[in-house]
């Protein structure tokens, strides 16, 4: 790859990251607001919702939705990493510019 082939950013390193922090406060906003959310549907089905069949396929999308979200919540814990490790890589870049 030659040199002017490169795409230099725009943004520090430290811009990058403080994007991707941002980012990340984001997602686990959206986490709790879903779950909430889906506690919330929940219950009102179980309280007022009287034809069975229908309640079960609420309930049945609740659980679905609540799975996927437990999954991106416990894949959270490699955001720090990956953040720490997109910083390096954005610092070794640059120094190499």
């Not at 991707?20 to 909430?36: T, Y």
């Not at 179980?46 to 939705?65: A, F, G, M, P, Y």
């Not at 991106?72 to 070794?92: C, Q």
């Amino acid at each position: 790859m030659l040199k002017k082939d490169l795409v230099i950013p725009t943004a520090s390193p430290d811009e990058v990251y403080s994007q991707l922090e941002n980012q990340c406060h984001d997602i686990a906003r959206l986490i709790d607001s879903i779950g909430n959310s889906l506690f919330v549907i929940d219950i009102l089905a179980e309280t007022h919702i009287k034809d069975r069949k229908t309640l079960e396929k609420i309930l049945t999308q609740v659980d679905s939705i609540s799975t996927t979200v437990e999954d991106i919540e416990n894949k959270w814990g490699t955001s720090k990493v990956f953040k720490d490790k997109m910083l390096e890589y954005l610092r070794e870049s640059e120094s190499k510019i």
